[in-house]
Structure formats: structure tokens, C-alpha cells
């Protein structure tokens, strides 16, 4: 029961970032299929609006950090576990619930068809904004990542708190 509160709880609030993103997408520009990313850089409109590559890889770098920390605390101080087994495998379960409701929810039945993330200009892309499998593939990507940061989180839970 406690997994069932903690992932909704937790899907609940990795909705909030992607409600604010859909207030100003341009933003998030990298999260986007690559067809939007190029013909949103071709436009003159967005030429100085653009994220960097750069603070791409640090933003995701410093949202990676903040994930181990919160797992971490979770598995330790609410569910009480102790060891990197346990830590491991509960906060990959963990991360599996709300990466799949990200690729879901988030992504396939929100972001594919709410026109708030329609970035002006590419009005005409509906194609690529119904690109499923750009979703999907990210998914996969966010599992695999998960595999690093639920291992960092393990480590914290056993050797740190």
C-alpha cells in the first residue's frame, strides 16, 4: 500500500516542473522531438531564446543530483530501508512507476495534444507532436538512468545516512 501512496505522490509532483514548462516551452526546448528542435532553431523569433547544450546537460545533471538525494530520503527515512539491496531495488520500482507515468501520462496524452506546448511556428508539425515513439524511446533512456542514480541512492542509504 505504502508504494501505491509514495508513487502517486510522487507522480503528483514531478507534475508540477511539466505544468510550469508548459507556460513557456521554449524553456524545454531539448525535451522536444528532434524535427521541433530544428525548424524552433531556424526561426529568427527564438534565435537568443534557445537553451545551450550546455544547460541542457547541467540541468539534467543537477536534476539527477536532487533525485538521488530524494530517493535516497525516501527509502531511508520513510521506508526505514538500511541496505543497498533493498534501497536498490524498491527505488527503482519507485522510478519505474513515475518514469512510466511521465512517458504516459505526461508525455503521450498531455504533452502530445495540449496546444500549451505548442511552440509558435510550429503550428504546422502535428505529426511530430504525435511522435509516440519519441516518448517511448525516452522511456527506455529513463530507465537506464535509473539504474545509476537508484545505485547512488542505495549507496547514500547503506553507507551515508
Known amino acids: 500500500m505504502i508504494i501505491a501512496i509514495e508513487g502517486i505522490v510522487l507522480c503528483a509532483l514531478f507534475t508540477l516542473p511539466v505544468w510550469l514548462m508548459s507556460r513557456n516551452p521554449i524553456k524545454e ?4 522531438p528532434p524535427a521541433i528542435q530544428e525548424r524552433v532553431k531556424s526561426l529568427d ?15 539534467k545533471l543537477i536534476a539527477s543530483v536532487i533525485f538521488v538525494i530524494i530517493i535516497a530520503l525516501i527509502l531511508r527515512f520513510i521506508n ?23 512517458a504516459v501520462v ?14 509558435k511556428g510550429t503550428e504546422d ?14 522511456f527506455f533512456i529513463g530507465e537506464a538512468l535509473a539504474i545509476v542514480v537508484c545505485a547512488l541512492s542505495g549507496v547514500i542509504v547503506q553507507f551515508v545516512l
Open 80 to 102: 526505514g530501508y538500511t541496505t543497498f539491496l533493498k534501497s536498490f531495488g524498491y527505488g527503482f520500482i519507485l522510478w519505474t512507476v513515475v518514469n512510466l507515468y511521465d
Open 106 to 119: 505526461l508525455d503521450i496524452i498531455w504533452f502530445c495534444h495540449d496546444k500549451h506546448f505548442v511552440i
Open 45 to 59: 523569433e527564438y534565435k537568443d531564446r534557445i537553451p545551450t547544450q550546455k544547460n541542457k546537460v547541467a540541468a
Open 29 to 32: 526546448l531539448y525535451n522536444y
Open 125 to 138: 508539425m502535428v505529426k511530430d507532436y504525435h511522435n509516440y515513439w519519441f516518448h517511448i524511446k525516452g
